[in-house]
């Protein structure tokens, strides 16, 4: 018996030292469940770096900024994709914080494994990210490893803005216009490469008063729609329909 092969939607998790539990996966920003019920299936992997295995495996991603932590994530898509269960031309890729770096990352280095992306309050340039950000010791003391004026090229090579010539993946970038701790211009930048350097379709929608994660029911209810939306476009209808009709009444 041929066994189907699904639509993909890969959720990586933020942090990155965090992980998700083997349980109810459902957000206003996460799809699990309901985006099961709607005919995808749903990937959460749990990369190197993440907690819940130990201090050596969540350290084991340090120095190695949006390298072997992502690889990763191809690698474990790669595996569904051989088991039979996967569409490998209708991978989608979501997250928020550094799941929204990861999320800008495949759509620009690895684009040509990606069929849409929604990125949240994601990270885009590393450098100017340290200058604008709430936090700016976390990427030295759990990420890189080494400061940013000690090697400016490497971080602008881990940085999605770097590739963005290259984007074919679909993207819709949100973010809070008041997030303090990946700055709203995180957003602004990607959106600006990809639009310009491209003809890559690519949106961005700020949502006013909200931070690092939207709070307001209206602005949750609001992202839902529209992630939902994005990935039915272009993973299920191919873009087959003008991008114009996602907009929201």
């Given at each position: 018996m041929k066994k189907a092969r699904n639509p993909l939607i890969t959720v990586v998790h933020g942090g990155p030292e965090s992980h998700y539990d083997n349980g109810w996966l459902t957000s206003y920003s996460m799809p699990g469940q309901i985006g099961a019920a709607n005919g995808f299936m749903i990937f959460y992997p749990n990369y190197r770096g993440s907690t819940g295995r130990g201090e050596q495996f969540a350290k084991s991603s340090q120095g190695d900024p949006g390298g072997k932590e992502f690889d990763d994530v191809i690698d474990g898509i790669d595996y569904l994709i051989d088991a039979g269960m996967v569409d490998k031309s209708k991978v989608g890729v979501t997250?928020?914080?550094?799941?929204?770096?990861?999320?800008?990352?495949?759509?620009?280095?690895?684009?040509?494994?990606?069929?849409?992306?929604?990125?949240?309050?994601?990270?885009?340039?590393?450098?100017?990210?340290?200058?604008?950000?709430?936090?700016?010791?976390?990427?030295?003391?759990?990420?890189?490893?080494?400061?940013?004026?000690?090697?400016?090229?490497?971080?602008?090579?881990?940085?999605?803005?770097?590739?963005?010539?290259?984007?074919?993946?679909?993207?819709?970038?949100?973010?809070g216009a008041g997030d303090t701790r990946v700055d709203p211009g995180q957003s602004k930048e990607l959106y600006r490469h990809i639009k310009t350097r491209t003809e890559t379709p690519v949106r961005l929608v700020l949502y006013p008063g909200e931070g690092h994660g939207n709070r307001k029911s209206t602005a949750r209810f609001d992202y839902n729609l529209r992630m939902l939306r994005w990935f039915n476009l272009y993973l299920k209808q191919g873009g087959d329909i003008p991008e114009t009709e996602l907009d929201l009444d």
């Open positions: 997250g928020g914080s550094y799941g929204g770096y990861a999320t800008g990352w495949m759509s620009t280095r690895h684009t040509e494994r990606f069929a849409a992306g929604v990125m949240f309050v994601g990270i885009s340039d590393n450098i100017s990210k340290w200058g604008t950000s709430d936090i700016p010791e976390e990427m030295y003391l759990v990420h890189s490893r080494k400061r940013i004026w000690d090697d400016y090229e490497f971080f602008l090579k881990r940085s999605p803005i770097y590739y963005a010539d290259q984007a074919k993946t679909p993207l819709l970038i949100l973010a």
